[in-house]
C-alpha cells in the first residue's frame, strides 16, 4: 500500500485566501500494487501527472498552504467520486446510467492507463475498492474541505487551484487551425466553479509569462472543481493544465532541460495567483 494518503506543506505563515493541489502527481509505487498489475513500473505512470509537485512547489513560500496525493493515480483517483466505480473492473457492482469516465476505465479506481492499457488482469473485489477510497480517497478529501474551510474563515473566501498537467497530444484537435498551439488549459466547469474575475486574474498570469491559454477545452474540471466550486458562496475552484512535452520528456518520464527553467517561470505565477488572494486579507485583519 502507498505510505500516505497526502503530504500537505504548510507555509510559515498563511497569507492568502489560495490553496493549491496536486491529485495526480503521486508517485508511490509499492510492490504489493505492482504485483496485482499486468504493467511494468514505467507503463503505470503514463497516467500520472509526473512531477506537478515539483512545478508549483513554491507556493508555500508565497503563503499558500500545497497539498499533494500520496498514491499514485492509477491505484486511486482523487478527482473522481467515490461513486464512480467501474463494474467492470470490480465484482458485485452494476452500471449505474451513463457515466463516460467509468465506461473509458477511469473511475475512482482505474481500470487502464494512458492508451487504454489495461492495469489488471480480470475483476477486483469490491471490499479492495472500498480499502482504498477509506485510506486514500476519503483523508484527502477531508484535508482539502479542511484548508478550505480555515480559508473562509481567515479572508472570507476560499481559492482552490487544483494542479494537472496534460500529454501533448491532448491539444491536437484544438491546435487544429490555430496560429499557436495551446500549452495551458484552465478549467472552471464553464464559469460554475469560479468567478470569472478570478479566472481572469489567472489566465492573465499565465499570459504575462508567455503562455498560450485556453479555457474549458478540452478540459473543464471534473470532480474537484464540481465539489468544490462554489462560487455563489465565497468558494472558488479551479482547474490547471499544462502541457507535459514543455518541461518533461513524457516517453522517458523525466524532466527535461527546460524543467528548471520553466520551474521558474510558474513560481512568478503562484506568487501572482497568491496575490488574487490576498485582497480580501487586510481589510479582514484590521477589524
Not at 13 to 32: K, N
Not at 162 to 173: I, N
Not at 218 to 231: E, K, M, N, V
Not at 266 to 286: H, N, S, W
Request: proline content about 7%; aromatic content about 8%.
Amino acid at each position: 500500500m502507498p505510505r500516505v494518503a497526502y503530504d500537505l506543506i504548510h507555509p510559515e505563515r498563511r497569507t492568502t485566501s489560495v490553496v493549491f493541489a496536486s491529485p495526480h502527481s503521486g508517485r508511490d509505487y509499492p510492490w504489493t500494487f505492482l504485483r496485482k498489475t499486468v504493467l511494468d513500473q514505467h507503463t503505470i505512470r503514463t497516467s500520472e501527472d509526473a512531477f506537478v509537485d515539483r512545478l508549483f512547489s513554491h507556493a508555500p513560500k508565497c503563503g499558500a498552504p500545497f497539498l499533494t496525493a500520496g498514491a499514485p493515480r492509477a491505484f486511486i483517483d482523487l478527482n473522481r467520486a467515490p461513486e464512480e466505480l467501474d463494474p467492470a473492473l470490480f465484482e458485485g457492482v452494476s452500471a449505474r446510467g451513463h457515466n463516460p469516465r467509468v465506461a473509458s476505465g477511469l473511475g475512482v479506481v482505474p481500470r487502464v492507463v494512458a492508451g487504454g492499457r489495461a492495469i489488471y488482469r480480470g475483476k477486483l473485489p469490491l471490499s479492495e475498492a472500498e480499502r482504498r477510497i477509506n485510506i486514500y480517497w476519503r483523508p484527502y478529501h477531508e484535508m482539502l474541505g479542511k484548508l478550505l474551510d480555515q480559508s473562509k474563515a481567515a479572508f472570507g473566501e476560499a481559492i482552490l487551484v487544483d494542479c494537472h498537467s496534460m500529454p501533448h497530444e491532448a491539444m491536437d484537435l484544438a491546435a487544429r487551425g490555430a496560429i499557436r498551439r495551446p500549452e495551458v488549459v484552465i478549467g472552471d466547469r464553464h464559469g460554475a466553479s469560479a468567478s470569472t474575475e478570478i479566472v481572469d486574474h489567472i489566465e492573465a498570469a499565465f499570459t504575462r509569462a508567455g503562455l498560450h491559454v485556453v479555457r474549458n477545452v478540452p478540459f473543464a474540471g471534473a470532480y474537484i472543481c464540481q465539489t468544490y466550486g462554489r462560487p455563489s458562496k465565497g468558494q472558488h475552484a479551479i482547474q490547471i493544465e499544462i502541457d507535459r512535452s514543455i518541461y518533461m520528456n513524457e516517453q522517458m518520464i523525466r524532466p527535461n532541460g527546460n524543467f528548471e527553467a520553466f520551474r521558474r517561470v510558474l513560481k512568478g505565477i503562484t506568487a501572482e495567483i497568491c496575490e488574487i488572494g490576498r485582497k480580501v486579507a487586510e481589510p479582514l485583519a484590521a477589524e
